[in-house]
């Protein structure tokens, strides 16, 4: 079966941090880009992240900026989102999609079912 599988979400408190993982089952990731997505209550869903297949080239939306760090290991077929310093206003569903192109954009082949990040005290 083609899935991309999220883990690593939880609760943290503001300040804290955490690694989520975005692991593809049934095929390589090699050639795709990764994008990280989240979606709070009531909100549309957001851009957060972006990496190149090679790694080579990232990008983030600005209120992250300094905060989170996308890498991939594409021997362990794995993405990742290491998450710092953070903040109530992160609190929402991540999700991880992988499109066969050279950088992110729609029309994705692939998503995540998700993973939920609670930042609370």
């Known amino acids: 079966q083609l899935q991309l599988v999220e883990s690593g979400g939880g609760l943290v408190q503001p300040g804290g941090s955490l690694r989520l993982s975005c692991a593809a089952s049934g095929f390589t990731l090699d050639y795709y880009a990764i994008g990280w997505f989240r979606q709070a209550p009531g909100k549309e869903r957001e851009g957060v992240s972006c990496?190149?297949?090679?790694?080579?080239?990232?990008n983030y939306t600005d209120s992250v900026k300094g905060r989170f760090t996308v890498s991939r290991d594409n021997a362990k077929n794995t993405v990742y989102l290491q998450m710092n310093s953070l903040k109530p206003e992160d609190t929402a569903i991540y999700y991880c999609a992988a499109v066969y192109a050279s950088w992110c954009g729609e029309p994705y082949d692939y998503w995540g079912q998700g993973t939920q990040v609670t930042v609370s005290s």
């Open positions: 990496i190149s297949g090679s790694g080579s080239r990232t």
